[in-house]
């Protein structure tokens, strides 16, 4: 799985458009280019569309969404499912307020998705419209584990049914589920919710990989989640060996992703299929 993924990546760089946030938006363009891939972030709603049209894939998410944008993500995905581009979505902080909420279900309302990711906070609040009080930072109650890994792996394919799309729910483990494919990624490390920007950049090597990949979303999105894990692994075993904090461990999640490669992805990966 991993060696086609990748060739696909290889011999098809995407050039992944993003309507983002502007709290990660260089460290995702960054992730998107240490992946081998090109990111362009755009988000005026005049233009959206000419950079959908030359683009490979389109990455929504709204971690600082406000009207302006959200219209403007609305005219990027139709364009997107238009042009049969897939379109990821990462639901940053939905459930924390009304203009979230309503703003997420008008995209999903109006667009197709290929993916949605979001941790378990976002993933429940989308589809239970619980209250996420945790803000962009996942609840302690709502934490993927083992003790609730059965219980949690149904309740992803439930919303996968109900979007009809792949989820990918991240935490301790991370789910990926299109309904009836599920699988359990146990790579990563506790220092990446220590920082902000994992999640936005696993929503942009989510899109980079489907976005070279775009017949085999699952398996795109599965290859991401593992990278972007492994990736934390190994940005932690560094900063441990040189007794350094949060802010190399950034660096070298980065530096990371651009050194990875067939062979340590084969060897590190914790993939169970279910
Ligand atoms: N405690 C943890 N242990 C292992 N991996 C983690 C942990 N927390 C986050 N991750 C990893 O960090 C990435 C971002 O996930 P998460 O922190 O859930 O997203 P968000 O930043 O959107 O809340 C994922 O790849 C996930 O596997
Ligand atoms: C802190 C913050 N506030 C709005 S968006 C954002 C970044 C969230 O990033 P991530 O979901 O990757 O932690
Ligand atoms: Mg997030």
Known sequence: MFEKILKNLKSNPPLVHNITNYVTVNDCANVILAAGASPLMADDINE????????????????????????????????????????????????????RNESVEKLINEIDFSVIKGNMSEIKALYTNAKNTGGVDVQEDDLINDENIEESINFIKKVSGKFNCTIAATGV?????DSERVSLIRNGNDMMSKITGTGCMAGSLVAT?????????????????????????????????????TGSFRTYLIDAVSLMDFKALKEGAKIESR
């Open 48 to 99: 959206v569309e000419d950079i959908v049209s030359i683009s490979n894939v389109l990455y929504i998410n709204v971690g600082t969404l406000n009207a302006r944008t959200v219209e403007a993500m609305v005219k990027a995905g139709k364009k997107a499912n238009e042009l049969d581009l897939p379109v990821i979505l990462d639901p940053v902080g939905v459930g924390a307020s009304k203009l």
């Open 173 to 177: 483990i991370d789910i990926v589920t």
């Open 209 to 245: 990989y489907c976005g070279s990949n775009k017949n085999e979303i699952f398996d795109a999105t599965v290859m991401a989640i593992t990278v972007m894990g492994l990736s934390g692994e190994k940005a932690y075993r560094k900063i441990v060996e040189k007794s350094e904090g």
